[in-house]
């Protein structure tokens, strides 16, 4: 596993059905989502963006933290490929 664009967050990845599911955990707060999305699959490597999305406009958000599991789904099994994890913000409308 790669998780070195990761930034204060500590990263744990797991595979399910043989393989062909990665679980991860997520980082979502009082106002913020997490999900997870393949950004790449080739035969060396599976990139994982791990994406906290927070509302547009501000609002009163409580102050707790949450660490939900996260899946995404192979085309083929991960075997011997790496996992390298990425991170993005973004907003809803």
């Not at 393989?19 to 060396?44: D, H, Y």
């Not at 991960?78 to 990425?86: D, G, H, I, K, W």
Request: aromatic share 4%; charged share 25%; proline share 4%.
């Amino acid at each position: 596993m790669d998780a070195a664009a990761l930034h204060d967050f500590q990263a744990k990845v797991w595979t399910e059905r043989r393989g062909t599911t990665v679980g991860l955990k997520g980082k979502e707060s009082g106002c913020s989502r997490a999900n997870a999305e393949i950004a790449e699959q080739s035969a060396a490597k599976v990139v994982v963006r791990i994406v906290e999305t927070v509302p547009k406009e501000s609002r009163p958000c409580t102050m707790d933290i949450r660490y939900p599991d996260l899946v995404v789904h192979l085309v083929e099994p991960l075997a011997n490929r790496t996992v390298v994890l990425t991170q993005e913000g973004r907003q809803t409308s």
